[in-house]
């Protein structure tokens, strides 16, 4: 009788333990850095452990926050215009986890749309990883977002190994840290997968799985991020069309293109370039999204702000005559914070597409006279693959 009771007290403690696992927005607190008042998941780490992992996610959040997004807050509605708080679906493709700069671009959207290549990962869960490991596992996680919190942009072969770790894997960590570091509460956390029409079916039975998020803010609604991964080639999307008749539905969207690794400049990636240029109501790119030579401007309104040098080394064959032709023919507007694989500020360029036919901006003024402007190619350290 005593065993017993032993036993059924050992299994209620148990459950009472996996019942109290933090809830996901503690969790995306705690490792994002960000207190959550000593509650649910600050008692799993030593005090100089969690004192270290905050003051280094502090530090690089202050450079974030001045050399980056509040810029781009500053930037935005002076060039994006009404694109800048539309609610509309927000696309962004090829983008890894950064929902950083998805939502610093377009605060208001309602839902955001984010696919890559890398996992969507098992759901975090702190108290489930050994105290004697957490600490590395939260070096990791530092670690995995070096290179977007530098330079603006995941390393993709970084991606490959940082976000394989055991405790804490996937995007989903990222996405988490992202969120809690934008202000946001993350109200509920799902996996979703597509089948192959475009609908939801039940998570592990589709052929594009996913994640998706429901998150507010004191100042605004419910706002929701989906993260697909999905290969958005043109042999992969015709074998599964599930991810592209699912964006099909969402309507015109605001596309975001960031270090795209030049994937639409080749010939397997006509059908999700297709897709954006004609559900956009805004392109937001570097020259490594839409090739130039895409965007007739009897059709596109076009405006242009940085420079343009040309391609890193490593995609020094996607060097674009066209648009150097465009920076060379005007005076396009100074771009005061970095964007892309040319990421810093004095190098880096943006290019800004309306659609005439669903635009309510007026036509660009005619460009100047082309100058001749010297361009020299850059690399950046360690960035072997991107």
Request: aromatic share 12%; with cysteine; hydrophobic share 40%.
């Amino acid at each position: 009788m005593l065993k017993r009771l032993i036993l059924c007290a050992a299994v209620a403690l148990c459950g009472s333990v996996h019942a109290a696992a933090p809830s996901p927005n503690a969790t995306a607190k705690f490792l994002a850095g960000l207190s959550t008042g000593g509650g649910e998941t600050e008692n799993y780490v030593s005090r100089a452990v969690w004192a270290e992992h905050a003051a280094q996610f502090d530090k690089g959040w202050a450079q974030l926050e001045r050399r980056q997004l509040s810029m781009i807050r500053e930037w935005g509605p002076q060039f994006l215009g009404g694109s800048y708080e539309s609610e509309a679906p927000m696309f962004y493709m090829f983008s890894g986890p950064d929902f950083l700069y998805a939502n610093a671009f377009f605060p208001y959207a309602r839902t955001y749309i984010l696919c890559g290549i890398e996992p969507v990962g098992t759901l975090p869960d702190v108290t489930r990883i050994a105290p004697e490991v957490l600490p590395s596992a939260l070096a990791n996680l530092r670690k995995s977002m070096e290179s977007v919190l530098s330079f603006s942009f995941f390393i993709t072969k970084n991606m490959k190994i940082d976000l394989q770790q055991t405790q804490l894997n996937g995007t989903l960590p990222v996405l988490y840290v992202f969120l809690a570091r934008a202000g946001y509460t993350i109200d509920e956390v799902e996996f979703v997968a597509l089948d192959r029409s475009g609908n939801f079916t039940s998570a592990g039975k589709g052929n594009t799985p996913g994640v998706r998020i429901d998150f507010s803010s004191d100042e605004g609604g419910t706002q929701t991020l989906y993260y697909f991964a999905s290969d958005l080639s043109d042999w992969a999307t015709q074998s599964n069309p599930g991810f592209v008749r699912f964006l099909e539905a969402q309507g015109r969207g605001l596309t975001l293109l960031k270090a795209a690794s030049y994937l639409m400049h080749g010939q397997n990636f006509d059908r999700v370039r297709e897709f954006l240029m004609n559900n956009s109501s805004v392109i937001v790119q570097d020259d490594s999204g839409v090739p130039y030579r895409f965007f007739d401007p009897d059709q596109w309104i076009l405006r242009l702000c940085g420079r343009y040098v040309g391609p890193i080394d490593i995609f020094k064959q996607h060097v674009q005559p066209a648009l150097a032709n465009a920076f060379n023919a005007r005076v396009p507007a100074p771009l005061d914070f970095g964007f892309g694989y040319q990421w810093q500020p004095n190098r880096s360029g943006l290019v800004i597409a309306h659609p005439r036919a669903a635009s309510a901006l007026p036509p660009e003024e005619e460009p100047e006279e082309p100058r001749i402007r010297e361009r020299a190619p850059v690399s950046m350290p360690d960035d072997d693959e991107a």
